[in-house]
């Protein structure tokens, strides 16, 4: 065999040993997730919190601030908007709420007046009132469910009185991550034997640099895009401006979605409200215009072109992290991208720069 021929087959061998030994971390760590997902989703939550705020209080700390003060400058700032949040704006959504419920019957019923007679024309039987469509259900319904059923009622409430126990505790654990942020980067950069810490200090920087450009930007853009859409329907008297505007903004992040339930939601309760005319032609107006500043301005001068994380890879990190871990897979998908995509791209740099992938001594026999 020829020394060429052996050099492949040596590095096929150590690729095969990394992806195996990769692989079962992998898997150790979804499962190990898995697992403690309820314990871990309020530590997420605050870890997620804390690497968000830590640029700040790296910045006091250089003007000169304690880093102690440092933290609750920002956590401060926090509970007053989450105070704005509940003493002005939640107040003006529950109204917005009221109002919509005392509209929901007449929205119904045009949007039966509108259904009904199309189904009809397809041969599809409609119930004619509320009470046959109730024992057409009832008829289908069956009895034995109703002991499941009461059961993950049980485990609901209790699931949500153990949310409300984790959200009580983010605050405290987030004041202690951003006070220990320091020591614990030492503390593992420590761990890693002297001759790798220029390489693992490399590949930080680059999953950090990966993660701020995406994370931090994002969030600022979707706070933006949150205020812009809850304006604009606002003044095209919109039922339910600022709260359309609040859940698009809270979902842009996925992307196409926050925009899509924007126009979505803002279009049918203009069409409901207002009927076909000059406001509906508004809401698509304003929909282009929140879109063009999206995609030109906020992006690219906030997030930055040079982040890298493809829309695609976002939605598909959303939907496997949400599918396997719940919400806590929705908190760790991103970050877990972004250190997947690091590592990826050095795979693929490291295979084009080899022996292997270069040809050498491609036309030698075994």
């Known amino acids: ?109 045009a949007a039966l007046g509108w259904a009904i007679p199309r189904v009809e024309s397809l041969g599809i039987e409609v119930p004619a009132t509320w009470a046959e469509a109730f024992r057409g259900a009832l008829g289908h319904f069956d009895v034995s469910r109703v002991g499941a059923l009461a059961t993950g009622l049980l485990g609901g409430i209790a699931g949500g009185l153990g949310s409300v126990v984790g959200l009580l505790v983010i605050p405290v654990i987030t004041f202690y991550m951003l006070a220990e942020f320091p020591a614990v980067k030492s503390g593992l950069l420590s761990m890693v034997p002297p001759r790798f810490h220029d390489s693992v200090q490399s590949r930080w920087m680059n999953v950090d640099s990966l ?19 809850a304006l604009g329907f606002w003044v095209l008297d919109v039922p339910m401006a600022m709260l359309i505007g609040l859940v698009s903004g809270a979902i842009a992040f996925i992307p196409y979605i ?12 203009c069409l409901f409200e207002h009927g076909v005319g000059v406001r509906l032609i508004g809401v698509g107006a304003w929909y282009v215009v929140v879109q063009n500043l999206e995609g030109f301005v906020l992006t690219p001068r906030i997030v930055g072109g040079s982040v890298g994380m493809h829309p695609m890879t976002v939605i598909v990190a959303l939907l496997i992290g949400g599918n396997l871990l719940g919400f806590l897979g929705l908190i760790v ?21 080899s022996e292997f992938y270069a040809g050498a001594g491609s036309g030698e026999s075994a």
């Open 1 to 109: 065999m020829s020394e060429a021929a052996h050099e492949d087959r040596a590095f096929i061998a150590r690729a095969t040993r990394i992806a195996i030994t990769v692989a079962a971390v992998l898997i150790a760590l979804l499962a190990l997730l898995y697992l403690l997902k309820g314990a871990l989703t309020p530590l997420a939550v605050a870890l997620a919190v804390a690497y968000f705020l830590d640029p700040i209080v790296v910045r006091l700390k250089g003007w000169g601030v304690p880093r102690s003060v440092g933290i609750l400058v920002p956590m401060l700032g926090i509970v007053l908007l989450l105070a704005l949040f509940a003493f002005v704006v939640l107040p003006a959504i529950m109204s917005q709420l009221g109002e919509l419920a005392q509209k929901l019957p007449a929205y119904w019923n």
């Open 211 to 229: 993660l701020s450009g995406f994370v931090r930007g994002q969030v600022t853009v979707c706070a933006i895009l949150a205020v812009l859409y």
């Open 258 to 269: 926050g925009s899509a339930t924007a126009l979505v939601l803002a279009g049918l309760l």
């Open 333 to 353: 998908a991103v970050p877990l991208a972004a250190i997947v995509q690091v590592f990826v791209r050095e795979a693929v740099d490291w295979y084009r720069s």
